[in-house]
T-cell receptor, first 109, second 117 residues
Framework: GQNIDQPTEMTATEGAIVQINCTYQ??????LFWYQQHAGEAPTFLSY????GLEEKGRFSSFLSRSKGYSYLLLKELQMKDSASYLC??????????FGGGTRLMVKP | GAVVSQHPSRVICKSGTSVKIECRSL??????MFWYRQFPKQSLMLMAT?????????EQGVEKDKFLINHASLTLSTLTVTSAHPEDSSFYIC?????????????FGQGTRLTVV
């Protein structure tokens, strides 16, 4: 079966750093994706990890530990526009994605 | 990046009628597209995998006779919600990947907000 867990909501302050965790237990694994989704809009791709370690891309970084079934998304220098839902998704065979419940991040001034 | 276009973005229909949602890959060919459903404040749930030239693969609990999927060309997949009821009101999103490799980024359509009254 598939089980992907992430916190439901988080709040952080503008300019700060926030880490969104994701744990997964899946029958298949072809990498872990992070997507950002603003309310009423389609998700947009943020990052992809298939090997252990940290991938950095500007203000966003993503980490993966396959042995622990764990990933996190790190957002630095938070901006108000970063208020959104962040979706952790596990890639399965054939480009299929299984999504976690999403983490709604609220950035406050 | 690649573009996936979904139409319409919003639709309101009467209970009992059918609604067709289109998903097009504008600048690439997609042999496989995916249809997701999202309820308010919840994550995306995969409904079905649309395969060009063959029958769609539906996830457990999704009624294939209610959610008809047609993937007649390499750039177009359609989802038809038949005999819609208010409980079908939701946000429907399609996605397509550029290639077969597992690390291929999935591109999402803009989504369709369906309201059944």
């Amino acid at each position: 079966g598939q089980n992907i867990d992430q916190p439901t909501e988080m709040t952080a302050t503008e300019g700060a750093i926030v880490q969104i965790n994701c744990t997964y237990q899946t029958s298949g694994f072809n990498g872990l994706f992070w997507y950002q989704q603003h309310a009423g809009e389609a998700p947009t791709f943020l990052s992809y990890n298939v090997l252990d370690g940290l991938e950095e891309k500007g203000r966003f970084s993503s980490f993966l530990s396959r042995s622990k079934g764990y990933s996190y998304l790190l957002l630095k220098e938070l901006q108000m526009k970063d208020s959104a839902s962040y979706l952790c998704a596990v890639g399965n065979a054939g480009n299929m994605l299984t999504f976690g419940g999403g983490t709604r991040l609220m950035v406050k001034p | 990046g690649a573009v996936v276009s979904q139409h319409p973005s919003r639709v309101i229909c009467k209970s009992g009628t059918s609604v067709k949602i289109e998903c097009r890959s504008l600048d690439f060919q997609a042999t496989t597209m995916f249809w997701y459903r999202q309820f308010p404040k919840q994550s995306l749930m995969l409904m079905a995998t649309s395969n060009e030239g063959s029958k769609a693969t539906y996830e457990q609990g999704v009624e294939k006779d209610k959610f008809l999927i047609n993937h007649a060309s390499l750039t177009l997949s359609t989802l038809t919600v038949t005999s819609a009821h208010p409980e079908d009101s939701s946000f429907y999103i399609c996605s397509a990947a550029l290639g077969a490799a597992s690390n291929t980024e999935a591109f999402f359509g803009q989504g369709t907000r369906l309201t059944v009254v």
